[in-house]
C-alpha cells in the first residue's frame, strides 16, 4: 500500500495581507504535512491560528499534520503556546505532531520542532556557534521563555529534549510500519543553500545528524526552516523540503510536490 503525501512549510502566512493565502496543495494526497513556520500572533491578532487552520480545513478534507516551527512562538510566551496549541489544533481536527506521532495507512509519522544543538562544526566551535546566534538571530528578542526572552542555550537544551525522544520513538517503532520524521530544523548540512556556504549561522538552521540517520534509516526524513528546498538521499531515507519562504526569494516553492512512499 502507498501513501500520498503533500509537503509544505515556512509559508508566514503571519505576513500576508487580506484573506488567509492557503497554497494549492494537490487534492489527491492522502496526508498533508506542514512542517513549521505557517503563522504566529507577532504581526497578526491573538486568533491568527484559528484563522489560518480553520482556512486549510475549509480548503483541505485530509489529514493535516502540523510541526511547529520557531517562528510559530514569535510573538507567543514559549510555554504558554504549547499548552494551547493541542486544543487549538483540535478545534480544526488538525494533528499537532510536537514530540508526537501518528500512524496513516502503514506510515509512522514523527514530528518535532527539533531545534539545533549548535555541533555542525563539532564540539570547538559550538560556543562560537551559540554566541553568533544570540548575537544575529530574532529568535532571542521575539519569544518569550520562562520569565525573560528564550535564549540560545535555552534552544540547545530544547534540541537535546526532543532529539531524545525521537530516538526513544523510532527505537520503539513496530518493524511493520515505514517511517517518516517531519521535523522544522534541517537534519543535515546539505539542507542549507550552498550561498550561505561557511556562515556562521549555519549550526543554528541545521544539525548534524547523518550518521543518526544512517543507522535508523527512516523511510523520508522532511523539513522546512532554511528556505532552500532539496530531496537527496542519505543512505536509504529520502531527505525532502517544500519551503515558500519569504517573497523576495525565489525558493522554487512547488505546490504541487505529492511525496509517495
Excluded at 96 to 124: A, N, P
Excluded at 149 to 167: D, G, P, S, V, Y
Excluded at 168 to 188: R, Y
Excluded at 214 to 233: A, E, I, K, R, S
Aim: net charge negative.
Amino acid at each position: 500500500m502507498s501513501i500520498r503525501i503533500a509537503l509544505a512549510s515556512d509559508l508566514h502566512i503571519e505576513l500576508s495581507r487580506g484573506p488567509v493565502p492557503i497554497p494549492a496543495l494537490p487534492a489527491d494526497a492522502d496526508v498533508i504535512v506542514l512542517a513549521g513556520d505557517i503563522t504566529n500572533r507577532y504581526h497578526k491578532t491573538k486568533n491568527q491560528f484559528e484563522q489560518t487552520f480553520a482556512a486549510f480545513r475549509r480548503k483541505y478534507k485530509q489529514p493535516i499534520l502540523f510541526i511547529p516551527g520557531n517562528h510559530e512562538y514569535y510573538g507567543s510566551h514559549f510555554q504558554t503556546l504549547n499548552q494551547e496549541l493541542p486544543d487549538i489544533c483540535q478545534q480544526f481536527d488538525i494533528t499537532l505532531l510536537q514530540m508526537g506521532y501518528v500512524d496513516i495507512k502503514g506510515v509512522r509519522f514523527f514530528g518535532c520542532t527539533l531545534w539545533s544543538d549548535f555541533l555542525l562544526h563539532g564540539e570547538e566551535e559550538m560556543p562560537w556557534a551559540i554566541q553568533a546566534a544570540q548575537r544575529r538571530l530574532a529568535d532571542y528578542r521575539a519569544i518569550d521563555f520562562d520569565d525573560d526572552l528564550i535564549q540560545a542555550i535555552n534552544t540547545r537544551e530544547l534540541f537535546k529534549e526532543h532529539f531524545k525522544w525521537l530516538k526513544n520513538a523510532l527505537d520503539e517503532c513496530p518493524s511493520g510500519l515505514k517511517k517518516v520524521i517531519c521535523t522544522h530544523f534541517g537534519p543535515d548540512k546539505n539542507c542549507i543553500s550552498p550561498e550561505f556556504e561557511g556562515d556562521e549561522l549555519n549550526p543554528y538552521f541545521v544539525n548534524n545528524l547523518t550518521d543518526f540517520i544512517l543507522d535508523q534509516t527512516p523511510d523520508m526524513w522532511l523539513f522546512g526552516h532554511t528556505h532552500f528546498n532539496v530531496d537527496y538521499p542519505i543512505g536509504k531515507t529520502r531527505i525532502v523540503s517544500n519551503q515558500l519562504g519569504y517573497q523576495r526569494e525565489k525558493t522554487e516553492f512547488n505546490p504541487e510536490l505529492c511525496l509517495t512512499i
